[in-house]
């Protein structure tokens, strides 16, 4: 009760002028907020303890005679010395971070470009960001037969047109293939968040960095490259939770395959489940990966609470 | 800027977007195309236009799972705007004691994979009888779009300057009066946009609706990969599914596009 009074002013110092009311103001607020913690944590964090709970547990329903056995560790166990989870892994970072740098890479000239003034522009911007919007598994259409297919795909057509055999790219290069169609639909995001960056970089800073005699290389790494590391972090951080867990592109295109070379977390939990019916290994390689997540983005983002914290006052 | 700069850079940007956009035009003609004419290379885009493959894809059942799609995004998005604009508004307005860390919560939960809940979810779904229905995966998509509306409406509630609340509060505007007379058509095109990227995001989703629905509640995103499987070498069809699947979210996210920045950035950045 003693800071009602504080709790109740805003971000300005001043105080709500709130009719006397029978209700403690606290009591109000927590009504608004409470019944979206409830839900997203019944829906998010009760099922993950679930995970985990799984996870220390021997179930598969193939083999019902065996039951549900407590087994401590032994399924994280058997997943860190096996190959599979080592191929998931490493395909779910070389995936994410080629997947990233490209779509920085690409996404800033792409800013740049749809930075300029020029006839049409929004237009084109409309019809660069559609893959954004665009459904994996149609996205996985698009590409894979579209312009992958082997004998009537654009890119095959393109192959034999300068006298070179074409390829099957889903079963020569998978890894390549997903990247390229996650790229193409992740771009667009990036350059649209790195396009308002841009556009909210100060004209005087421009001016008085030709008055310094730099030249324009020399004003955007000096200047504009600063101003846009805010843009950046949040660009990653987001592409970043959705791409790690690329799920529905490998599905359509390379079903995980050949063998385990497109496989990464996300399928690799799907296959143990779905299809070997191994309940408590799935849930490990779940924890795995949740934790593995969680350590990978506090490793990039050691201050992303106080980054983000900042604006928040 | 000199006069020919400036069209070799409208020339440029022109090119790169029809590159990029190309695969999506060349799906959208097929679908009016015969198959023959789909797998001829290179693609033409001079060819009489057919509505067969539409009459086929209409008869053979795609209603069932647009249907479906139609009510767990719109289910979804609706209960996720009534728990999480009064959450983000309360967050943004009263700015309460651990204001902070409740936003964060709500943002980590978008860091938890979906395979993460999946095999639990799956159980619970299988024991309460909630496997392959729309209320089962709708409930799902409440949990992912909540943190969403959290997130992005908690920017456009703290644009709002203090003192237009003060001024209506002198007035005498007070409770549920002042938010929907005053608040709400202030953040209206922040609402908007917030339900439109829920609506997309629920359309597109396809981990959850794989792995919870079967044949009753599946989804387009279900359909497409389903057929792409069973019939890959029917390109036109195909084509036309994919078109029929991807033109309402393009659509809404053309709509959307300018304040999808805005509301994504966390508040960290001015779109």
Same mark, same amino acid.
């Given at each position: ?207 008085? @960095? ?5 030249? @324009? ?30 799920? @529905? ?65 | ?271």
């Amino acid at each position: 009760m003693e800071n009602i009074q504080s709790r109740m002013t805003t971000g300005r110092g001043r105080r709500v002028t709130t009719r006397a009311s029978h209700q403690h103001p606290k009591q109000r607020y927590m009504r608004l907020i409470l019944p979206g913690m409830i839900v997203v944590g019944v829906l998010t964090q009760i099922p993950f303890l679930g995970t985990l709970y799984l996870s220390f547990f021997r179930w598969n329903l193939l083999r019902p005679s065996q039951g549900i056995k407590f087994i401590g560790f032994s399924n994280f166990a058997r997943e860190l010395s096996s190959m599979q989870f080592y191929h998931a892994t490493l395909n779910t970072v070389v995936i994410t971070l080629f997947t990233l740098v490209i779509c920085l890479g690409i996404g800033m000239l792409l800013a740049l470009l749809l930075n300029q003034p020029f006839w049409g522009r929004g237009i084109v911007r409309s019809l660069i960001i559609t893959p954004f919007f665009v459904m994996s598994t149609v996205s996985g259409i698009i590409w894979k037969d579209i312009i992958f297919d082997p004998s009537f795909g654009l890119f095959a057509w393109a192959m034999r047109h300068i006298g070179m055999h074409p390829v099957a790219v889903a079963q020569s290069d998978p890894m390549i293939l997903i990247i390229l169609v996650l790229s193409w639909r992740w771009i667009p995001f990036f350059m649209l968040i790195l396009l308002a960056g841009l556009q909210s970089f100060p004209e005087e800073l421009h001016e008085s @960095g030709q008055l310094d005699g730099a030249n @324009g290389i020399q004003r955007f790494f000096s200047l504009v490259i600063p101003h846009l590391m805010r843009y950046m972090e949040v660009a990653i951080f987001l592409g970043l939770i959705f791409i790690l867990q690329t799920f @529905g592109t490998i599905y359509v295109t390379t079903q995980g395959g050949p063998g385990l070379a497109s496989t990464n977390l996300s399928y690799l939990v799907y296959r143990t489940q779905v299809q070997n019916y191994h309940y408590g290994l799935a849930s490990s390689v779940s924890v795995l990966f949740v934790v593995l997540t969680v350590v990978g983005l506090s490793f990039l983002f050691k201050n992303i609470r106080n980054r983000f914290g900042e604006t928040l006052r | 800027m000199k006069r020919s700069k400036k069209a070799v850079i409208g020339i440029v940007a022109w090119l790169v977007a029809i590159v990029y956009f190309y695969p999506i035009l060349v799906m959208f003609l097929n679908g009016f195309k015969t198959e023959q004419q789909a797998v001829h290379m290179p693609p033409s885009l001079v060819f009489h236009p057919t509505l067969h493959n539409y009459q086929l894809v209409f008869s053979s059942g795609v209603f069932s799972y647009l249907g479906n799609s139609l009510i767990a995004a719109i289910g979804s998005t609706i209960i996720a705007l009534a728990i999480g604009v009064p959450a983000a508004y309360a967050l943004a307005i009263y700015k309460p004691k651990h204001g902070d860390d409740i936003f964060f919560w709500f943002i980590t939960t978008k860091i938890l994979p979906s395979v993460g809940v999946i095999v639990p979810v799956y159980i619970m779904f299988r024991d309460l009888n909630m496997l392959d229905t729309l209320y089962g995966l709708s409930l799902l998509y409440i949990g992912m779009n909540t943190p969403i509306v959290v997130w992005m409406m908690r920017s456009f509630f703290t644009d709002i300057p203090y003192s237009v609340i003060e001024s209506s509060q002198v007035d005498g505007a007070h409770g549920f009066a002042l938010i929907w007379r005053i608040i709400l058509p202030l953040v209206r095109p922040g609402l908007f946009a917030t339900s439109l990227l829920c609506l997309v995001f629920s359309w597109n989703e396809f981990f959850f609706a794989l792995n919870i629905t079967d044949t009753h509640a599946a989804t387009l995103p279900i359909l497409v990969s389903s057929f792409m499987t069973s019939e890959g070498l029917f390109w036109s069809k195909l084509s036309a599914i994919g078109t029929i699947a991807v033109l309402p979210p393009v659509i809404f996210g053309w709509i959307a596009q300018k304040q999808l920045v805005r509301g994504l950035s966390m508040g960290a950045v001015k779109g």
